[in-house]
């Protein structure tokens, strides 16, 4: 029985023809029947792909035997379902750009990377070492690198989630001041599964924050560890028809309806063409709550 299965994945890597590699990724996902998204700069890859396990085993083996890719950090978890010709429910379709960012903080000329990924970012934690850190230093600050759309619904305990709309908010948000307090601190960054925090920790570093470091692998790597038995709390907000993941039958439940105010980690898109917010919202307030956003 087909099983389905999510692959989250990414490298930091020179590319010196994003170009042809778009075309070649296109082609094999298109053979082996994945959907998801691919995003490839002079910087590397960046991926999310679904479908039936094989295939994606097979995909992920094809694509590390590219020299540039052979350090790709890959991470699964559980898709909703196949289609019946086994391409993956949570993906409408394919896609595969390139891009000036893998990840789009709006400063590309800023990321410096080589051949070992990205170079003057923060210190690698693995959720063992963080743990370690959490309980050797009493003033760690955990720095939350998503939107706070995501942040709405699963942070880290007593995480600072900063001020921004969107990714490329962030270099503005660090200019600003807001944040320099923290430059004394041991900062820790966090993202889903670890790729912003690649780029956010080294233009933290940058910007004159002295200890910073990097959950490496993300929420998503943490949470195959501990669960919902650690530092993390609540649902993890995924980009694909999941919504939502738990790492649990006992998470708790952060998001409050924007609405009703009701307990709920349900996130959707606005379904009002004039709202283009994700919004946290149970099912019997989506139309009143997107009627809101928009007015």
């Not at 200019?175 to 307090?181: C, I, N, Q, V």
């Not at 530092?231 to 924007?258: I, K, N, P, Q």
Request: net charge negative; with cysteine.
């Amino acid at each position: 029985m087909a099983v389905p299965k999510v692959l989250l994945f990414y490298v930091f890597a020179p590319l010196a023809d994003p170009e042809a590699i778009r075309l070649w990724q296109r082609e094999l996902c298109e053979r082996l029947g994945l959907r998801g998204r691919i995003l490839l700069s002079e910087h590397g890859i960046n991926g999310t792909l679904g479908g039936e396990l094989d295939a994606l085993k097979r995909y992920l083996r094809v694509t590390k035997e590219y020299a540039p890719f052979r350090q790709l950090d890959a991470k699964w978890s559980e898709g909703s379902g196949l289609n019946a010709d086994n391409t993956s429910t949570d993906f409408p379709r394919l896609s595969v750009k390139v891009r000036d960012e893998i990840v789009s903080f709006g400063a590309p000329d800023e990321l410096v990377v080589d051949e070992n990924g990205v170079s003057g970012g923060g210190t690698r934690l693995a959720p063992e070492e963080l743990h370690a850190l959490v309980e050797a230093r009493e003033d760690v600050v955990f720095f939350d690198g998503r939107n706070p759309f995501e942040a709405g619904i699963g942070r880290f305990r007593d995480a600072v989630v900063p001020d921004v709309s969107t990714t490329r908010d962030f270099v503005a948000a660090l200019d600003s001041g807001a944040y320099d307090h923290l430059k004394e601190k041991p900062v820790v960054t966090y993202c889903t599964g670890g790729i912003r925090c690649e780029v956010l920790s080294s233009l933290m570093r940058t910007r004159g924050f002295q200890e910073v470091y990097q959950l490496e692998g993300g929420i998503a790597r943490y949470g195959e560890a501990y669960g919902d038995d650690g530092l993390w709390e609540g649902s993890l907000y995924v980009f694909d028809g999941r919504g939502a993941l738990t790492f649990s039958d006992h998470a708790a439940v952060l998001g409050r309806c924007a609405t009703c105010g009701a307990e709920t980690s349900r996130m959707r898109n606005c379904v009002d063409l004039a709202c283009r917010e994700q919004l946290v919202v149970c099912e019997d307030c989506d139309s009143a709550a997107c009627a809101a956003h928009a007015a």
